[in-house]
């Protein structure tokens, strides 16, 4: 033992009396290394995401809202395939439906299909009539069977009945001759038909049911749940791939203008400052007037493979993406910039750097790692605010034009008939404010989560 | 830190906003292909005579500079197409527009913040308990409506079905056609004044000077309100500056759903009919409105602050 | 003994020994016994503070000592009722005065506050509220425990105090903000605003941990003059041992929420009696060590309070670590007149003295 030794007194504590004895020598030789190392009993240790996920599953506001924005996903992106409306196609005589009603066609063709038919073709349902130019030019598959056939007149406002237990098994019946009361056809027209369809036939698709409207009808006869799936479905994707944006812009501008320092920086940052005091709106509403005409001319020329890609998503949605990677990277710019600088004070980044690692792989490899949290809360929380301002130009009738729908333009078809078919305005505002709140408290959620500063 | 000094300097940079914000509204309007008297029926001819007469056919940068020099003067030129001919200040200005959209605009702010300050320091105080759940979920939702959704909502529930307030407000008359128009435009920035009250507060109070008052043997109440929440006003006044933007943007369509014949209204319309003159002096006017309020945040931060070296900010 | 008594001894310039001699007779001003305090946490529940007694006298400085974790502040802060969620105070007794603290209501508590007792902090940057002034803030600390005092009086009050501390021009400084202040003159005002209301204990968490070092000394050369004035006790929460030396009378040693080693100054420097306190001594650097010496460290890391050894928490770092050590916690032992230790060793010689003894 080292040291000077001096005591003279040794006592315990008197509530702590020790029995000499109770202790063997052996209690008193030297412990080994090992006993020494297994005393510290390593508790297994959290990783950063693993601690965060379990910061982000407390949170039952979150979760809820996190599983409420799953259920719109599938409802938007996987809904679809399972009504039998789509979003452009007007069916005629299904005009100014409430939710869950039947038009008289729809009813007559409900009870054909509950009384005797196997399926139906009603002409006023879908789009046109039946004409024939050919022998067999029209086929139609029920079961096993083929039925070619071809019509010599025009069949308008007439439903063609396919009943493989009469004879002939395929009719047609003319809508003024449906009798409500008997709920039958006064007068029906047999349809020869053959097996074998002529080559070229078209194939009318059967309906075997009629699928309920269950948001109803616009004035055009178009579904609203079908137009609600894909307005959301709209909605998202610019709201997610404006986010993209203004993460790439914003992230990769920010980390060069920190990470540059000095006079770069200053300039960078007074380019920030001036866009960021412009008042955006203002100029958003200009730039969606502007960008119309010439980027309707360049989509028309469809000269180039990319004009061709964007002229599909449209003239809206194309000039809204240019008025974010315009105007709205500054914020994200502006917090990224702040962490890089936080971040290169700190010593590994240093260390890199005497290590000779280049700029841009100490941005890469240390920088954007260590802001990844920050990139994530932000991006998740411009989605909404991209969607919003999406809504709020397509409600100015700015932004997506028909027959393509956003949640933002479905409201604005519905707000000039809002007093009379309020349900029109109200199933997509409804939806639209579902997407940004639970999106906002994702958010939040992954805030809390993620950014070590607010640790509990 | 010379105060004078740094005010002129801010007032410097606002100037030279404006001078680029008219600058880039300018050269995008006149970026729209074809003129603005192009219509089916006219003939090369008379649009040329028609941009001969507004000077339509000269170089765009000089058509910017005579626009500036006659701005300088107070003449913000004629409209072309909305009201042809009427000077575009006796339009924003001698038409009540103007008086009428800031008249709403004010009393939203004001609703805004002597709501919203309060409710995030309610939330702050109570924080996990059941009153600041619920005004978490009120105030997200506040957020997360659309103001034109939020507005029709009411037009329908309080105008139509309960009939208590007036569908139309045109004159905004009575007191009760404000209520409507003001609420819906105050919602969205006071649910956000909420929300950033009550994370500013919490952040206050995990800070060491919290902790030294609460040393001090302070009330609970003293230790929030008088500690905590001045420091935690800073942010919420740094978020005037785009609280106002905000409203003028929420204007555009409140003004629209209740038919208030306000500038707002005014501007769409005016973007949708391309009438120049309209479109840039209202974008000067409602810029220099956010502009101002931007600089008088900027030296009301540095009031409340008395940390804040002023010319060093922003680096 | 009173205040003047003590002020007259000292200016006879006591030996180290000679106070702590006469402050041990002295009446017990607070008394801490069997302190445990655990934090609930997410990942468990960490026993920050795991059981330790200590009792301060009247006019006593006392040292607490520990590397960082090892529950010191917590323990400050539990006795201030200071102690913020998910700590919680889950076990033993805080008797001031007489009056046993931990049985306060939320008022009485307040009322002890800053009134009988205060404390300041390691950060003064930080400590204060930025947006009022010094004599703001001075004199609400002030007027909350005393309601009849002006406002004028409670000025007066307060350039007395900011006078006391050595701040100069102390009527205009009251004026001023704590950004115009610097870090010394920050912490002066700090100990001004703890010390108004004249409390009969402080205790000071670091208070010079963040302070330049010829601000530090000049820091501890006040806070000594002001302890002496005025008599109060002082618990000194540090981990720089210069700094114990420099202004206590007495010292705790505390590792991973438990008190290593007790003793007078000159009991721990002179004659430390836990391995513990031996390896703290042998990591700092003194003037008088010989040209060339090396600086010895304490090998291994603080342990994890999360699953602390079953055994001596400073087993696994501990050069004389020991079968028993690993099972078993050691008992305090008294090893000097008021000296005290935690270590198996003690039970080790007392074994072989008293098997020697029969042996003989």
Redesign the interface.
């Known amino acids: 033992?080292?040291?000077?030794k001096?005591?003279?007194?040794?006592?315990?504590?008197t509530d702590?009396i020790?029995d000499?004895n109770q202790?063997a020598g052996?209690?008193?030789?030297?412990?080994a290394e090992d006993?020494?190392?297994?005393?510290?009993?390593?508790?297994k240790s959290?990783s950063y995401w693993q601690d965060a996920w379990?910061r982000f599953r407390?949170n039952p506001?979150s979760v809820g809202a996190l599983i409420v924005f799953i259920l719109i996903l599938i409802f938007s992106f996987i809904g679809p395939m399972f009504i039998d409306y789509s979003y452009e196609e007007q069916y005629r005589s299904s005009q100014k439906l409430g939710p869950m009603e039947y038009s008289p066609t729809e009813q007559m063709v409900i009870t054909l299909l509950e009384n005797e038919a196997d399926a139906v073709y009603a002409t006023s349902l879908n789009a046109g009539s039946l004409s024939a130019i050919r022998k067999g030019d029209w086929f139609i598959r029920q079961g096993s069977q083929t039925y070619a056939f071809h019509v010599d007149k025009t069949i308008e406002k007439a439903t063609l009945v396919v009943d493989s237990d009469s004879d002939p098994a395929v009719y047609y019946g003319k809508d003024k001759d449906w009798d409500e009361e008997t709920k039958s056809y006064k007068e029906v027209t047999p349809i020869e038909t053959t097996s074998e369809p002529a080559e070229g036939a078209q194939e009318l698709k059967l309906s075997k049911r009629v699928f309920p409207h269950v948001f109803g009808t616009d004035s055009q006869g178009r579904d609203l749940l079908a137009r609600c799936m894909y307005g959301a479905r709209v909605s998202i994707i610019i709201g997610v791939a404006a986010a993209l944006i203004v993460l790439i812009i914003g992230a990769l501008y920010g980390s060069i203008s920190g990470f540059a320092g000095g006079k770069v920086d200053?300039v960078m940052?007074r380019i920030v400052?001036?866009i960021y005091?412009?008042?955006?709106?203002?100029?958003v509403?200009?730039?969606q007037?502007?960008l119309k005409?010439?980027l309707q001319?360049w989509f028309d020329a469809g000269k180039d493979p990319v004009s061709r890609a964007l002229s599909t998503l449209g003239v809206g949605i194309v000039s809204i993406f240019i008025t974010f990677a315009l105007l709205y990277w500054v914020g994200m710019a502006r917090i990224i910039r702040g962490q890089v600088l936080q971040l290169k004070e700190q010593e590994f980044v240093m260390a890199a750097g005497v290590l000779g690692a280049s700029p841009g792989r100490i941005i890469k490899r240390h920088l954007l790692p260590n802001c990844v949290g920050q990139l994530i809360i932000q991006t998740c929380l411009q989605i909404?605010s991209a969607i919003?301002l999406e809504?709020?130009l397509s409600?100015?009738?700015?932004g997506v034009s028909a027959p393509m729908a956003s949640l933002?333009s479905l409201?604005s078809d519905a707000?000039e008939t809002?007093?009379l078919f309020?349900y029109r305005?109200l199933f997509p505002?409804i939806l639209?404010?579902?997407i940004?709140?639970t999106l906002?408290?994702v958010g939040?959620g992954l805030r809390d989560a993620l950014d070590p500063r607010l640790k509990s | 830190m010379d105060m004078l000094g740094y005010t002129l300097k801010r007032m410097a940079i606002s100037v030279l906003t404006l001078l680029l914000v008219a600058a880039i509204t300018f050269f995008l309007m006149n970026a729209i292909p074809g003129s603005p008297f192009m219509t089916e029926k006219s003939t090369p001819q008379q649009i040329a005579l028609a941009n001969a007469k507004y000077g339509l056919d000269k170089p765009l940068i000089v058509q910017f500079g005579n626009y500036l020099k006659n701005l300088a003067k107070g003449d913000m030129g004629v409209s072309l197409k909305m009201q042809e001919g009427t000077s575009v200040s006796k339009i924003l200005f001698g038409q009540g527009k103007f008086v009428l959209s800031m008249k709403i605009g004010l009393l939203a702010l004001l609703v805004a913040v002597i709501i919203g300050i309060p409710v995030g320091v309610l939330q702050a105080y109570y924080r996990g308990r059941w009153i600041d759940n619920i005004l978490r979920v009120i105030t997200t939702m506040g957020i997360a409506m659309p103001g034109f959704v939020v507005a029709t909502l009411c037009l329908f529930e309080f105008g139509v079905t309960l009939g208590w307030l007036p569908v139309q407000s045109n004159s905004l008359e009575t007191f009760g056609a404000y209520v409507m128009p003001v609420l819906t435009l105050a919602l969205n920035p006071m649910c956000r004044i909420a929300k950033l009250t009550r994370t500013s507060m919490l952040d206050s109070i995990s800070q060491d000077y919290i902790r030294t008052a609460n040393a001090k043997g302070l009330k609970t109440r003293v230790v929030l309100f008088k500690h905590a929440l001045r420091n935690s006003l800073i942010p919420v006044i740094t978020y005037l500056g785009p609280l106002t933007a905000g409203i003028i943007t929420g204007a555009l369509v409140v003004e629209q759903i209740y038919h208030i014949p306000g500038l707002g209204n005014y501007f769409v319309s005016s973007i949708l009919n391309r009438d120049y003159p309209v479109i840039m002096g209202t974008t000067l006017l409602l810029a220099a409105l956010i502009v101002i309020m931007n600089l008088v945040v900027d030296i009301a931060y540095k009031i409340v602050d008395p940390r804040i070296n002023i010319t060093k900010k922003g680096d | 003994m009173n205040n003047e008594a003590m002020n007259q001894t000292s200016e006879k310039k006591m030996t180290a020994a000679e106070r702590a001699a006469m402050i041990k007779n002295n009446k017990i001003l607070l008394d801490v016994d069997g302190l445990k305090v655990t934090f609930f946490t997410h990942a468990g529940q960490v026993k920050a503070v795991d059981g330790i007694s200590y009792q301060i006298h009247e006019h006593e400085v006392m040292g607490i000592v520990g590397e960082s974790g090892s529950g010191k502040s917590v323990e400050a802060y539990s006795i201030m009722g200071l102690l913020q969620k998910p700590g919680r105070i889950v076990g033993g007794k805080v008797t001031f005065d007489g009056e046993d603290l931990l049985a306060y209501s939320d008022s009485e508590k307040r009322e002890f506050r800053g009134n009988k007792a205060s404390m300041i902090f390691q950060n003064p940057m930080t400590c204060l509220n930025p947006v009022y002034t010094i004599g703001d803030q001075l004199m609400e600390a002030l007027r909350c425990h005393n309601k009849e005092i002006s406002k004028a009086e409670a000025r007066k009050k307060a350039i007395e105090m900011l006078e006391l501390v050595g701040i100069n021009n102390a009527d205009k400084r009251i004026d001023q903000y704590p950004h115009e202040f610097s870090g010394g003159m920050r912490q002066r005002a700090m100990i001004a605003m703890a010390l108004i209301c004249s409390p009969k204990l402080l205790i000071a968490d670091e208070p010079t941990t963040a302070l330049d070092v010829t601000i530090q000394a000049q820091i501890l050369e006040l806070m000594k003059d002001l302890q002496r004035q005025t008599g109060m006790a002082i618990i000194f929460i540090t981990h720089n041992l210069g700094v114990v030396a420099e202004i206590c009378d007495f010292v705790t040693v505390m590792y991973a929420g438990h008190v290593m080693e007790q003793g007078t100054v000159d009991d721990i420097f002179y004659n430390p009696a836990h391995p513990y306190t031996r390896g703290l001594l042998r990591s700092m650097p003194n003037l008088d060590d010989e040209k060339g010496k090396r600086l010895i460290p304490i090998e291994g890391t603080p342990v994890d309070l999360l699953d602390p050894p079953k055994g001596c928490a400073f087993g696994p770092r501990c050069e004389h670590c020991m079968k028993v050590c690993l099972t078993k916690q050691p008992p305090m032992v008294t090893v000097g007149d008021d000296h005290k230790s935690a270590c198996w060793l003690h039970i080790k010689e007392m074994k072989e003295l008293s098997s020697g003894e029969v042996t003989k």
């Open positions: 033992m080292t040291g000077k001096a005591f003279q007194v040794f006592h315990t504590d702590q020790l000499l202790y052996e209690d008193f030789s030297q412990a006993e020494k190392a297994s005393m510290v009993q390593m508790h959290v379990r407390s506001v200053f940052m400052d001036l005091s412009i008042p955006d709106v203002l100029i509403l200009l730039l007037v502007v005409a010439p001319a909404p919003f809504s709020f409600y100015l009738g700015l933002g409201c707000k809002f007093l309020p305005l505002a639209l404010s579902l940004v709140l906002n408290l939040d």
